[in-house]
């Protein structure tokens, strides 16, 4: 390998001066450094240091006398069946979760790209309001919606129907958990897939009309692959959404009954109430792990067709 070295009138190598734009750039970049370094990489670094060992609430005066576990603790959690169970429940979040979303999104994105032209902006906007809603207010209302004298067991009294105990029963909690969190996300579902359809040419879309492809066609033989790269972006976030959900079973149910509803993430949280930090620790990590193969699964199996 061949270097171009410069030299001076006398005949010396020359010495290549930094730009001077270079310390004006690392200068700008120091604050988000610092944030990054204090909030990020250190308490990352600390957790799983704090995995491997045997740390309780108790030994928060004593920090550095704790025992050195291993992976002590991952083992325990893998053979813990609540914690199975929360991985299975997570699992279920996201089959279930993030089609439906997704479905529910693209048709409306699909509404709102051709079918209404009036008012587009308002529709787009209340569409997009659960996203932005305080997600507290919104649970007590569906909680008092879903209660055993709420607003939807009086609309099956009226109908004829006996409401069963919606949030106290354990095959009647989960879905409508995930209902939750879909009526929470779809909007951002909608607004990605918006983007993804108004980038699409509409020369392209007029040529295959002339010659004969009707809209059905037209949608799955031309609109649906060039939009795959959105596909491809709101298919993880979503997918990460539902593996890291926390707020919706915590606030409706609290992760029961008996566990039914509970995720990796409300797990997490409720070892780490119960002073078992090494115990919670490990769990964040597993949790991280399993959110990196499913992202790394859906970037290999979706890259290849976009």
Known sequence: MAFAVQLNKTGAPRTRRRPAHTGIAWLFLAPFAVIFVVFSAIPIISSLAISVTDMRSADLQ???????????NYVALLSDG??????????????????VTMAVGFALALVLNSGIRRFRSVFRGLFYAPVVTNIVSV???WQYAFNQNGTVNEVLANLGFAGPNWLG???????????????RNFGTAMLLFLAGLQSVPEDVQEAAALDGAG???????????????TTLLVSVLLSVFFLQVFDEP?????????????SMALFTYHQFGFGNFGVSSAASFILLLIVAAVSALQFRLLRSRS
């Open 62 to 72: 004593t920090p550095f006398g704790v025992n050195f576990a291993g992976l002590e």
């Open 250 to 262: 915590y606030l409706l149910t609290n992760g029961g009954p008996l566990g039914s509803t509970e």
């Open 215 to 229: 809209p059905w066609r037209r949608l799955w033989s031309m609109t649906i692959p060039l939009i795959m790269p």
């Open 82 to 99: 609540n914690f199975v169970r929360a991985i299975l429940n997570t699992l279920l979040f996201v089959v279930v979760g993030v089609p």
């Open 139 to 141: 649970a007590l209302i």
């Open 169 to 183: 029963d354990e095959n009647l909690a989960m879905p409508v958990v995930i209902l939750l969190g879909i009526w």
